[in-house]
């Protein structure tokens, strides 16, 4: 069985959740099927991985328009594929085309819905329509659909009602505990100005609506004075947004030491190193299919401070493994009382805080969770028992 993988990430490039299920999807698929992947960007060294970079004639066109010049030809190269399995809007037109071109099944693993991310027409413009266009288009048509949580299976019934209930399967975004684990070293924290002998709470993340980073520097006013405040927040979606980011974490620092903000995207083994040591790690987001980043924290023995949203309930037991913010969501997710939800937050961090007996334990039953429920290899079978299905018995 030959099975291609159509992303907009692959490493090194990878910036969110998405980029991290494909990376390691692929990694454990191999062992159980001929797998390619086809990705955007430089070339890559790694057999059986084909980059496409924008078509030279679309350099100056809208961005959602140069990704559906890039997903013509990633679909070109997936000739000879006995089934495509796409992963976000970006890569979903790429295997709708596959898919009427060769006559492949085509997968989804839905990591997000546009029609839950109207923030996007700020950074896309009309561009946004056309991504919209895509993932509908593909969703509709696609021989199986796989949603990340049942929270994500929920909102892609409710979003998408063309698409049958019996083509949507669950299959949870998982973790690699070997290297997701405890790092006792400090060298990473001293590098980047973290105390390792005061607390901190931690943040790790895309700056964007979606993720919430602007409630939780408002919240952090309210958090206790001797934590720490450290975010790794980069890639900007917007000037706007970013300027709204950066406005907000200047007040924080007029007002309180040790902010630490690392705008570069850090190697994986130095982000493992500053969860390690994080009292809290604080995942504010409005709309989180899952929250990849919360597993990450678990596996590496960190409390978790999440929004109620989306499939994070799923990962994170409230009480357990953590402690999760209700949000009373306005339709395009945001808060509709965007003070008591930072409030809520500084609650629940500060709880936390006050209580590094408690911290360390839910980090305990994190790892814990995170090695029982969330096995790369168990979602792996299961993915490929989903591909079988949907292809003929050998010898038909």
């Known amino acids: 069985m030959r099975v291609d993988l ?12 998405a980029g991290v299920h494909v990376e390691y999807l692929a990694r454990e698929l191999r062992h159980l099927a001929d797998v390619r992947v086809h990705c955007f960007g430089a070339p890559r060294a790694e057999p059986g991985v084909h980059a496409y970079r924008v078509p030279d004639g679309l350099a100056e066109a809208n961005a959602a328009l140069q990704t559906l010049g890039v997903d013509l030809e990633m679909a070109a190269g997936c000739a000879g594929a006995d089934l495509v399995h796409s992963h976000t809007w970006y890569a979903n037109f790429a295997g709708h085309t596959a898919k009427m071109l060769y006559g492949v ?73 070997a290297e997701y684990a405890p790092d006792p070293g ?22 964007t609506r979606q993720k919430g980073l602007a409630h939780l ?51 994986k083994p130095d982000v493992i190193q ?8 604080v995942c504010p987001s ?14 590496c023995e960190t409390a978790v401070v999440a929004t109620a949203t989306g499939g994070i309930p799923e990962v994170v037991a409230d009480g357990a493994t953590g402690l999760l913010v209700p949000i009373d969501p306005l339709a395009d997710g945001e808060p509709r009382d965007p003070a008591a939800f930072a409030a809520a937050i500084a609650e629940r961090v500060g709880t936390l805080l006050a209580d590094p007996g408690t911290a360390a334990a839910m980090g305990k039953a994190g790892r814990e969770r995170a090695v029982e429920h ?15 299905s949907l292809l003929p018995a050998p010898g038909e």
């Open 6 to 17: 159509l992303s907009r990430e692959y490493p090194p490039e990878v910036y969110g959740g």
């Open 105 to 177: 099944p085509h997968v989804i693993t839905t990591h997000s819905l546009e029609p839950l991310r109207p923030w996007k027409a700020e950074q896309l413009g009309g561009g946004y329509t056309l991504s919209s266009f895509a993932e509908r288009e593909a969703l509709l048509a696609a021989d199986a659909v796989i949603a990340v949580s049942e929270g994500m299976r929920r909102d892609v019934l409710a979003c998408y009602p063309g698409v049958s209930p019996a083509k949507v399967s669950v299959i949870h975004n998982g973790i690699d505990t």
């Open 186 to 207: 400090t060298a990473v924290l001293t590098r980047h100005g973290v105390d390792p002998a005061r607390p901190y709470v931690l943040f790790v993340g895309r700056i």
């Open 217 to 267: 520097l408002r919240a952090a006013r309210d958090f206790p004075e001797d934590a720490q405040v450290v975010l790794c927040a980069g890639a900007p979606d917007t000037p706007e947004i970013a300027a709204e980011i950066t406005a907000l974490a200047d007040e924080l620092r007029s007002g309180r030491s040790g902010v630490v903000w690392i705008s570069e995207m850090l190697p």
């Open 274 to 281: 500053l969860l390690t040591h994080a009292t809290v790690f």
């Open 286 to 299: 409005v709309y989180e299919p899952m929250g990849i980043v919360n597993l990450e924290a678990m596996a």
């Open 374 to 388: 969330f096995s790369w290899t168990a979602i792996a079978a299961r993915t490929r028992d989903l591909y079988a």
